[in-house]
């Protein structure tokens, strides 16, 4: 059944069993250390949909943002993007249709080339067309992103955060990929220019035909864009459900804690205590069972010795199976 | 790499539409860089115009005129005005083709070193792991011998010349640039363009060049400026001992080895060339400080 979904509506990405060990120390007199940044993350994006994933800091997302951008492979599974594998595929074919934008906008346009030569970047390492469609193409793409002609002969030193982001995107869209990668794009942003960014997104998406994976530990960001949402804990999914099913009926502990650690913006309530306790264990050396299970409120002696699988939850209809709309969850009582 | 001695500097401070101007108007704030890009400008335009500024025949001698002295001694003359060495060849004219001698080495030796530091360094930084090993194997290799030693005994075995002296220091001096180079790339290495450009399939020699190497071209520039200093003094050690340019090329360290006999009772015939090879040096330091401020971003510049 699976080959013929593909066929009628390829996945825009598909992850499988994706893992990313990382070897840690090991010099003469130390042995090294194992790091599961990503652990067995499955998960199906469906075309032209924009897939949130949240979790703290440290939780492997972008390690996993690297792996499909091909910056570093996989140590097992695979990335499947329009159903083919990209592993060992030629960077250049894999950059035609997966483009990433970061986080840092002071960090991600080389300072020492105007913004005329960064947007035209990948046109002229891909030849596509002659130098001047691709000033053509340049123009056209700044004018979508909202910025003025003149910006193209600016250097990103002369930009606020906010139009450097719309660079950042307007390099990422100029060879119309399927897919993009936005790692926390909004987080070094002023709040004000947070939603700008994100409505531009938004329009860009719509305008394009893209599908985001949308990284993020912004959970109001989320809100306002994803579809649907994965949360990742430890280099885990944990749960995964459209945004409606995360945002009103979270089911695992961890994800509950997560909404409750939102802040409000009414002023006198102060930081929400979540009842985690301490912080997130040494991932170096995760939890045995249930990695969650130290910081679990509701945690029971079987949380420690068995770990629990992603499973779909039972009620979600074999309707909303097919359309990859099912929700899974990684807990014993869920 | 061309540019060592260019106000290429210019992009690090971001200023497009009036970048020229803002940049003049640091430079001509900053005395230090204004001083030594004159001295230096001046030089050059000396070392160039040699044949037409010098007085006499550098090389031209006349033993019925030894050691006559400077213009400001009782027995000088307008004819010498710096005097005669003990050959009877003009002094002046000696220093200006000097001048050459001591620019050229000092030049195309931070363009070999600078060529062959900077390459190491950039690898090392980049790749990190097994080729950063090897770079730093080698660079602590290199520190661990003494540069003149080295060139010493290297030149004695394949005989001094010009040529000899301008390869041997080119490749012995490489080791500031790798170490600059390096560290600067480390810090680039994870920048966010540089992952960009990966993520968009651009060759290798594109990223090195194009996204790495403007970046760091600031304190490698910085650093090729002290390398010319570095290397104009070792030339003149080694014409010095001997072992250098060979006479009767008219280097500065030669002019002073040759005058070593005499520096009690003419001291002039070693303070002259001194004294131009202070300047020389002065100069340059004075520009790669003043270029170092310039790039230092905030500028230092008072």
Redesign the interface.
């Known amino acids: 059944m699976s080959s013929v979904a593909h066929h009628l509506d390829p996945l825009a990405l598909e992850l499988c069993a994706l893992s990313k060990t990382f070897k840690l120390g090991g010099g003469m007199l130390h042995k090294s250390r194992t790091l599961k940044a990503v652990n067995d993350v499955s998960l199906r994006v469906p075309r032209g949909q924009v897939m949130g994933l949240v979790g703290e800091s440290g939780c492997g997302k972008s390690t996993l943002a690297?792996m499909l951008?091909?910056?570093t492979p996989p140590s097992a599974g695979d990335v499947l993007i329009n159903g083919k594998a990209i592993v060992n595929a030629?960077?250049?074919?894999?950059?035609r249709h997966?483009?990433?934008i970061?986080?840092?906008p002071y960090?991600?346009?080389?300072?020492?080339?105007?913004i005329a030569q960064?947007v035209g970047?990948?046109l002229r390492?891909?030849g596509i067309g002659t130098s001047k469609e691709q000033a053509v193409k340049v123009e056209e793409m700044l004018d979508m992103v909202g910025l003025p002609k003149r910006a193209a002969?600016?250097?990103?030193?002369?930009m606020s955060g906010g139009q450097r982001q719309r660079v950042?995107i307007a390099?990422a869209l100029i060879m119309r990929p399927d897919l993009v990668i936005c790692d926390e794009p909004t987080s070094a942003l002023d709040v004000s220019v947070q939603a700008q960014i994100l409505n531009l997104l938004l329009d860009l998406k719509d305008e394009f035909g893209l599908t985001y994976l949308f990284i993020s530990h912004d959970l109001a960001v989320v809100e306002h864009l994803a579809d649907r949402l994965a949360v990742m804990y430890l280099g885990q999914i944990v749960e995964e459900g459209t945004r409606e099913q995360i945002f009103t009926a979270p089911r695992h502990p961890y994800t509950q804690a997560l909404l409750a650690s939102a802040l409000t913006p009414e002023p006198g309530l102060g930081v929400p205590d979540i009842g985690l306790g301490a912080g997130q264990p040494d991932p170096t050396q995760p939890p045995s069972g249930c990695a969650f299970h130290p910081r679990c409120p509701v945690a029971q002696p079987t949380c420690s010795q068995q770990a629990p699988t992603l499973s779909a939850i039972a009620q979600t209809s074999d309707q909303a199976t097919r359309q990859g709309n099912q929700a899974r969850v990684a807990c014993h009582f869920a | 790499m061309a540019n060592i001695l260019s106000p290429q500097v210019a992009?690090e401070?971001?200023?497009?539409?009036t970048w020229q101007s803002r940049l003049f108007r640091s430079t001509l704030n900053n005395r230090s860089l204004t001083i030594g890009l004159l001295i230096i400008t001046s030089l050059g335009v000396v070392a160039l115009l040699a044949p037409w500024l010098a007085p006499h025949d550098p090389y031209l001698q006349n033993t019925a005129n030894r050691m006559v002295p400077p213009f400001w001694h009782d027995t000088g003359s307008w004819t010498h005005p710096l005097g005669t060495d003990r050959l009877g060849r003009d002094y002046l004219s000696r220093l200006i083709y000097g001048t050459r001698i001591s620019l050229f080495i000092g030049i195309v030796v931070a363009l070999i070193s600078g060529l062959i530091g900077t390459t190491l360094g950039v690898l090392a930084g980049y790749f990190g792991g097994r080729v950063d090993a090897v770079v730093s194997y080698l660079l602590t290799t290199r520190l661990a011998m003494p540069v003149v030693l080295v060139a010493l005994a290297m030149a004695s075995l394949i005989g001094g010349s010009m040529l000899t002296v301008t390869l041997l220091l080119g490749l012995l001096l490489w080791d500031r640039f790798a170490v600059v180079a390096r560290s600067a790339t480390q810090q680039l290495r994870d920048?966010?363009?540089i992952?960009?450009?990966?993520?968009?399939?651009?060759?290798l020699h594109?990223i090195l060049l194009?996204?790495v190497l403007?970046?760091i071209a600031g304190a490698l520039i910085v650093v090729a400026t002290l390398e010319v200093a570095n290397a104009i003094l070792l030339e003149a050690t080694l014409s010095f001992l001997g072992m250098g340019v060979q006479p009767p090329s008219p280097s500065w360290g030669l002019m002073i080895a040759e005058g070593k006999a005499y520096m009690f009772f003419q001291p002039w015939v070693i303070t002259i060339p001194g004294s131009a090879l202070f300047v020389l040096v002065l100069a340059i330091n004075l520009l790669g400080d003043g270029l170092r401020d310039l790039s230092a971003p905030g500028g230092r510049n008072e």
């Not at chain 2, 401070?13 to 539409?17: E, I």
């Not at chain 2, 992952?195 to 060759?203: E, I, Y």
């Open positions: 690297k951008l091909g910056l030629n960077q250049k074919a894999l950059a997966i483009q990433p970061f986080q840092d960090s991600s346009l080389n300072p020492r080339q105007r960064i970047l990948p390492i891909h002969q600016q250097y990103p030193g002369q950042a390099r | 992009a401070q971001p200023l497009a539409a920048a966010e363009y992952q960009a450009a990966q993520a968009l399939g651009c060759p594109y194009r996204e403007p970046n």
